[in-house]
């Protein structure tokens, strides 16, 4: 089985979180989000991120999907669960709770009130203490987090942090930071951890895969695009990655829309069968018939594109 | 009784949480702490707030730390429970368990992600949907989410919220803000709700009494000060009340230093019994012996001024 | 000609301003790079902008630059010039100057500073004092300037700016706010404007379009891009104007980077002979190696997928 | 005479710039300023920054209000200019400007967009390029930048920059970073420069000098207050400091309130004869009928306690 270390690679899917049309947690779609995500072949799941809607859920609700995640999973791909927190006394409750229920890892991103190098630094030691030996990811997300980390202080926070296996690289733009961050980990400046990228919700994949990236961790409804890129680039056929690539971006950029991307993903997931239900909790966006209309337009010209692709 | 409702005046306390020397939550101390205020004369107390270490507290700590200063009250003064939350769900939740603990009603600043007025606004509607016929009170704390909220906005936001009784008047500078939102009130142009000040940690008391607040919502190791200050003016002594606060003022200005603020506010609640510990849970700041000689001197100073006015 | 004024239509191309190897002014290079832009088809230009680095030119140089695109355009098409500025002054100085040098209006951006909807509305009440007949374009680029104006607060500009012509949309996401604005001067609630769209750099222009959109006002290597993608929309080949904007999205994606992507068109304008050197003053972007590699191919792709659309 | 190096020390007085009631620039008034100050026994002023209305200033006013302030002051004190500008290129012409016209030196806050260490010492790096030879002074002021140096980029860029004499520190809280940066001087670790004090508008002058400040570069309509709280320090007796700086407190906090700080320290400068016209140019705050009430009161109160401390 794919383990959550530093050896990573492929595709961790960030996935939603399903609710009925009423607003309930939907547990039966859970498990038919699970299987959509292995049968296109991730190698692990991301739960509870900020397109998780982590922040709309109890309590309860969290611990109950990811519960139900981790046993639908049975093991086949490691879980990851974000458990950033406003303090360490709830990060460390969440994170105690879902390593109990099975899950792998957990995933942090730094609060907006740090600022400086030694903020940033000073926050993740912290951090370290928090979690203790429980494998982490470092999300580098700059957009949702206003925290803008240097490669120098990334380095830093590495070299302090031995649980640290991953980098959530999403940083945009990123790629010079990839590059160097990626250089220090060959040169031995620093241990080579696993990085992951979702620079832009994945809009710049190929060319990070070839900046040496091991994979991508963001969300799409199209998860096999990232799988099929991924494979096509370490099988060290470049072009068809971009091909690939190229084909689902027009509706890529239309899904990584801020704010009403959400509530895109989760109707193209309702209309490919892996949840029941497109709804979006409160705060979220609603889809106009505009937007409907668009995105018909992007998916069919997908489909076209994809059947000439082959 | 007192009660939180929109005739609400005096002095509503920002307590601190105390915790041992260890780091544990000390119940004992609640206990002190409720009484030391409560003989000074305030007329509220509200908890869980940023200087109450909220969010350094696990789910289970907030409750029993509730339900300590609830029962120690015993129903002489209402308590105020902030609420504020990444999302609904959590503040929904939050809010059942304070008001089941015996709460009189819970306070929410917006998050700072809301931008333009009506986002602002919207995020209102959304507060009003998840807190029901609970009675709260608004706070504007630009200083600290980061979102500014116009007089518009806020005579906006009174008109759509029934159970609005408060506001939490923290913006600096704001004396031109109170003015204006008391005259609409005056005005009949928006519901008369109180306005307990405490923009820049009460720095501008008395200016803000004179301008038709209620009393004050903060913070200060010396509740005297503020429950005298309001008492003279509310008496008629304008000029005894401007006596009072400046003989209070150097020492105030230094407690209200942002990040180490808390740590001083410990130190001194330490010092005059009121806690048994200035114990401060991580991230936080500690001091110096440069910052206790500063301290050290400027409480002599204030005992000396204080004995001169008599 | 084309006029600078509610009607305004097609695209609009924001300018680089370009440079010797040596980092002086290249007056040579701009004859060609005006040629260069009108021979595509533009249809108007905007210099000193963002990436037109107007900061970094003194204030002789701005206007040397001015006067020689103004003589070179010939009133070919018009010449509309940023005059963002972080006080009045200097915008009504540099207003007055550009309009005396043949130029046919400005923009202007609000500062980071104005927050609140009042705040904003209060200083385009200022702008417009300061700007007097001038026809002005007003520039909403949240990402830019950190101001979030929502559709209320724009009409409520538009309302109050007589000499307002024209609406830069570079909000991102935006199509919401677009439809919004548009259909609000479809009803007669506010003038009609001119609205062209720089959203994300261009790149959800067939969607705008699709929205209501006159065209386009921002950069790109490649002109006929937008010049085309306008054209076959206008003539109502939506699916034309789809695939083009397909063909050209893998490297405007590139292009539109924050930060590298002035070195990046550059590059791409020097390479297809429109300026002499690619010269980015400091502050500024360098290119590696491994993105002139990434820029290489894309290219090359480029070129391979127009040849294929005919 | 005093000057502007490494070791100057006493108060550099921030000056506002005087208008006459119709807003041009008055020169006589900036006469009669510039003798207001130095009757009152300021070592330096520094002129065009915030408080000083830099940004509504033209190009040729500023140098007008220069070359009048340096005249007028004739080398009894040195006079330092605001430069910080969106560019290097206007912030070069500037310098070059105001050194030919006599200036000192000038004084460089970095701009709102620098974010983490590498980028604010590359900023630095870059200024040193821009200014060459000429002295400056390093600005800290976060409330009015956003950009928070941590001690460890401030002393870098000391270390970077042979020509940097002074630092003005303005971050609030702040005595534990001026104790940093002063330890460091001490021990050799970096070059000693100059310190003053800003810090919430001097609001923590006596704290600051105790940990090792040379005095205060700040405004406030009573520049004798900073002298003589300097002087009495400097004369070792701190509690005559303490006294002084009591007595001015409750105005000084008056006045150090953001946005409409300017317009009552113009107001009290007018009623103390420095200049002939309280008058701010837009956008700028008004004062109302109850501000004026409080001013009032405050400065009586103020004479009152100046006059019992004899």
Redesign the interface.
């Known amino acids: 089985m794919h383990r959550f270390d530093t050896s990573a690679k492929g595709v961790y899917l960030i996935t939603v979180t399903p609710f009925t049309d009423g607003g309930a947690l939907d547990l039966a779609s859970t498990d038919r989000m699970v299987d959509f995500c292995l049968e296109r072949g991730v190698t692990g799941l991301t739960i509870l991120g900020i397109m998780g809607e982590?922040?709309?859920?109890?309590?309860e609700?969290a611990k109950a999907f990811t519960r139900q995640v981790v046993q639908r999973a049975a093991g086949r791909v490691p879980i990851v669960v974000g458990v950033s927190?406003?303090?360490?006394?709830?990060m460390?409750?969440l994170t105690r709770a879902v390593m109990d229920l099975g899950a792998s890892g957990v995933m942090v991103a730094p609060p907006?009130t740090v600022?400086?190098?030694?903020?940033i630094a000073?926050?993740f030691d912290?951090v370290n203490e928090t979690l203790g030996p429980v494998p982490w990811c470092l999300q580098d997300h700059p957009v949702a987090t206003g925290v803008?980390?240097?490669p120098?202080?990334i380095l830093r926070i590495l070299k302090n942090s031995p649980h640290c296996v991953m980098l959530k690289h999403e940083d945009?733009?990123g790629?010079?930071k990839l590059?160097a961050i990626r250089a220090a980990g060959d040169k031995g400046e620093v241990r080579r951890v696993s990085i992951l990228t979702g620079n832009g919700g994945g809009?710049?994949l190929p060319?990070e895969l070839?900046?040496g990236a091991d994979g991508a961790m963001t969300g799409f409804a199209w998860p096999e695009m990232m799988v099929d890129v991924v494979a096509a680039h370490a099988g060290g056929d470049v072009?068809r990655a971009?091909d690939l690539?190229?084909a689902y971006?027009?509706l890529a950029?239309?899904e990584q829309?801020?704010?009403?991307?959400l509530a895109v993903r989760k109707h193209l997931l309702h209309q490919r069968g892996a949840i029941a239900s497109p709804f979006v909790?409160?705060?979220g966006p609603r889809l106009?018939a505009?937007?409907l209309?668009?995105i018909d337009?992007l998916v069919r010209?997908q489909d076209k594109r994809l059947h000439e692709l082959g």
Request: glycine content about 8%; cysteine-free; charged content about 25%.
């Open positions: 982590a922040t709309k859920l109890t309590a609700e927190s406003p303090g360490f006394a709830a460390g409750e907006s600022r400086t190098d030694d903020q000073g926050y912290m803008q980390m240097s120098a202080v945009w733009p790629l010079a590059s809009l710049f060319e070839s900046r072009e971009h690539f190229d971006l027009p950029r239309y829309q801020a704010g009403i991307g909790r409160k705060p106009s505009q937007d209309a668009d337009r010209r």
